[in-house]
């Protein structure tokens, strides 16, 4: 990409030569392992938390856990976010440069 992104899609391939005239490539698109490492602590540590939040909406009274269940609201948000450019940033575009590449 033309700008720094973290979650962007790394491409590994590995051209393999089959016969005379043919070649065959093997390709992975995914993203790193230190973001894949840096998102499984973070919705390991979001999943705890939320865990420790519902417990404590049943034993301090239901109007105190919905106070502290919209205080969790936005942390949920950013995981979404975090997911989705973890999961889809450019990967389609990087897919298609791919295969521009290879005909």
């Not at 979001?46 to 109007?63: D, E, K, W, Y």
Request: aromatic residues 14%; glycine residues 6%; hydrophobic residues 60%.
């Amino acid at each position: 990409t033309y700008y720094v992104n973290s979650f962007a899609s790394d491409a590994v391939g590995i051209v393999e030569q089959v016969g005379k005239d043919k070649c065959r490539v093997h390709l992975a698109v995914g993203m790193s392992e230190f973001v894949l490492v840096m998102m499984a602590v973070w919705n390991m540590g979001l999943l705890f938390i939320f865990m420790l939040v519902l417990s404590s909406c049943f034993t301090n009274g239901i109007a105190v856990g919905i106070a502290k269940l919209l205080i969790f609201i936005p942390f949920v948000l950013i995981d979404f976010l975090f997911l989705r450019f973890a999961l889809y940033a450019n990967y389609k575009k990087l897919k298609k440069h791919m295969l521009e590449i290879l005909t």
